[in-house]
């Protein structure tokens, strides 16, 4: 799972730990890659990769299949927000011109890039071993549009885009493809601190993602290709799971 030492990567590798499966937790830091899985608890291994880096990416993926003798499902959750580029995003919007071009290019070299060389890296190695689950996570379609997100509102409309068509490419095959969105805001540290208490009030516990990410992994959804899956409506329909 790309992007799990923290937010809504941690809460669904904590969810798919306790429900018995082996996680592999990432981050570009060895340090808190090795603390998250140590966390996440017994079975979870912690493993530094920059998902920009596609030599990174491809020697990660390696290290995992000889490691776990393969891998069932990649989650490709790495991203950064808008408190990289402007701390005040919410309160205090931000043109886009006043974005630096550095800012710019991390976020959607993390969101997008990333997402397209972790799937790029396990996809042919799941076709070959038999199959597999790939779950890209996305957002709000308002989020993309909204004003002053620029960086990551473009960004995580163009990884929307990219899942569909990797979908697509992947219809008729053995690795199923779906996106998971969280619904709503959720209380993760992408959120600036100097939010109202209201709207801290109104943000989504990011454990509302272990649920549908479990069920995902299960045999229940071993047909469920393509699809766009909210999981505060998940939990609504499946108030058991």
Same mark, same amino acid.
């Given at each position: 799972?790309?992007?799990?030492?923290?937010?809504?990567?941690?809460?669904?590798?904590?969810? *798919? =730990? !306790?429900? $018995?499966? %082996? @996680? /592999? &937790?990432? #981050?570009?830091? +060895?340090?808190?890659?090795?603390?998250?899985?140590?966390?996440?608890?017994?079975?979870?291994?912690?493993?530094?990769?920059?998902?920009?880096?596609?030599?990174?990416?491809?020697?990660?993926?390696?290290?995992?299949?000889?490691?776990?003798?393969?891998?069932?499902?990649?989650?490709?959750?790495?991203?950064?927000?808008?408190?990289?580029?402007?701390?005040?995003?919410?309160?205090?919007?931000?043109?886009?011109?006043?974005?630096?071009?550095?800012?710019?290019?991390?976020?959607?070299?993390?969101?997008?890039?990333?997402?397209?060389?972790?799937?790029?890296?396990?996809?042919?190695?799941? *076709? =070959? !071993?038999? $199959?597999? %689950? @790939? /779950? &890209?996570? #996305?957002?709000? +379609?308002?989020?993309?549009?909204?004003?002053?997100?620029?960086?990551?509102?473009?960004?995580?409309?163009?990884?929307?885009?990219?899942?569909?068509?990797?979908?697509?490419?992947?219809?008729?095959?053995?690795?199923?493809?779906?996106?998971?969105?969280?619904?709503?805001?959720?209380?993760?540290?992408?959120?600036?601190?100097?939010?109202?208490?209201?709207?801290?009030?109104?943000?989504?516990?990011?454990?509302?993602?272990?649920?549908?990410?479990?069920?995902?992994?299960?045999?229940?959804?071993?047909?469920?290709?393509?699809?766009?899956?909210?999981?505060?409506?998940?939990?609504?329909?499946?108030?058991?799971?």
């Amino acid at each position: 799972m790309t992007g799990a030492t923290s937010g809504l990567g941690r809460a669904m590798a904590e969810a *798919l =730990a !306790a429900a $018995g499966a %082996r @996680v /592999v &937790v990432t #981050s570009r830091d +060895p340090g808190r890659a090795a603390a998250a899985a140590r966390e996440v608890g017994a079975g979870a291994w912690g493993l530094a990769m920059d998902v920009r880096d596609a030599d990174a990416v491809e020697a990660g993926v390696a290290a995992v299949f000889h490691r776990l003798g393969g891998l069932d499902l990649l989650v490709a959750n790495a991203g950064i927000g808008m408190r990289t580029v402007h701390p005040h995003f919410l309160t205090e919007p931000q043109p886009f011109f006043l974005v630096t071009p550095a800012g710019f290019r991390d976020v959607v070299d993390t969101k997008v890039a990333g997402t397209f060389l972790s799937v790029h890296a396990v996809v042919p190695r799941m *076709l =070959a !071993a038999g $199959g597999g %689950r @790939v /779950v &890209v996570i #996305s957002m709000n +379609p308002a989020t993309m549009s909204r004003r002053g997100f620029v960086p990551y509102g473009p960004a995580g409309a163009a990884v929307e885009a990219l899942a569909q068509i990797m979908a697509a490419d992947l219809a008729g095959t053995t690795v199923r493809l779906n996106v998971l969105v969280p619904g709503g805001a959720t209380a993760t540290g992408m959120i600036p601190e100097d939010v109202s208490d209201e709207v801290r009030a109104g943000l989504l516990d990011p454990a509302i993602m272990g649920p549908p990410i479990v069920w995902l992994a299960s045999a229940a959804a071993s047909d469920v290709h393509g699809q766009r899956i909210d999981a505060r409506q998940f939990a609504s329909v499946h108030p058991g799971l």
